[in-house]
């Protein structure tokens, strides 16, 4: 008990280092315990880090070279030519029928003493249409569809391997055209206004037909060409009524 008072009382100092000395030494031989295992495991993955091969990055696809450009843009444009239906192919080569009638009728103006008024209407109609023409024609070939061959004699059309465009809506019959060929002067612009107004109403219905089928009138170039010639005839139509009317009222040249 004295010697445990002395310690205690006695020699405060010394027992405190003493115990301080223990605690310490104890710290480093437990934090030694779990540094070294932790300091063992960090070489051990580093080792393996390092003795791992090192793999190449992926290697990059080249870009595309110009002729390859070009190949996928023929194909894409390729692709969306043929994004058509039946319907369209119809329309456009029955069309072509119908529009070269109409080319028959304008080209007899000027040797059947047309007035000047219906000579420009004539000439205006041959030039618009015989553009349509070749658009059809173009827009049927490059979509590997039959174009139809179309030839004027005088009044006759004739459409080898497409006969069916030639009974399209507002289309003349034989006798029409025969008759128009007969008529000169005043009468012939009568007649001409008539049968054109006729055709034109025609062609208009076709284009109509073309907007209410399903699915039909999609490609671009169809809905454009579909679309100016419903605006262009609709017009021609109304300033045909107005000439013929004018006709009927002076009983002469429009």
């Keep these: 008990m004295a010697y445990y008072s002395e310690w205690i009382i006695g020699r405060p100092g010394k027992a405190l280092a003493a115990r301080s000395g223990e605690r310490s030494h104890f710290v480093r031989k437990m934090n030694s315990r779990r540094i070294i295992p932790l300091l063992l495991l960090v070489s051990g993955l580093v080792a393996c880090a390092a003795s791992r091969p090192v793999e190449p990055p992926a290697p990059q696809p080249a870009p595309p070279s110009a002729e390859q450009l070009e190949a ?39 040797a059947h003493g047309a007035s000047p008024a219906v000579r420009t209407l004539a000439a205006r109609i041959i030039n618009a249409q015989q553009d349509e023409i070749a658009t059809m024609q173009g827009w049927l070939g490059d979509r590997r569809q039959a174009v139809p061959e179309v030839h004027i004699e005088g009044t006759t059309v004739m459409a080898h391997g497409h006969d069916h465009i030639l009974h399209m809506p507002g289309m003349l019959t034989d006798r029409q055209m025969a008759e128009l060929d007969r008529a000169r002067g005043a009468e012939f612009d009568r007649l001409y206004l008539t049968y054109m107004i006729q055709h034109h109403q025609g062609a208009v219905t ?14 671009d170039v169809v809905f454009k060409l579909a679309s100016d010639i419903q605006v262009d005839q ?21």
């Design 234 to 254: 609709i017009t021609e139509i109304a300033r045909m009524e107005r000439m013929l009317e004018t006709l009927s009222t002076r009983g002469g040249a429009p």
């Design 72 to 110: 996928l843009y023929w194909a894409k444009l390729d692709s969306a030519r043929m994004r058509f239906t039946e319907a369209d192919a119809r329309f456009m080569a029955g069309m072509i029928g119908h529009h070269a009638q109409a080319i028959a009728m304008s080209r007899l103006a000027p």
């Design 206 to 219: 076709m284009v109509r037909d073309l907007f209410n089928t399903h699915g039909a009138a999609q490609d």
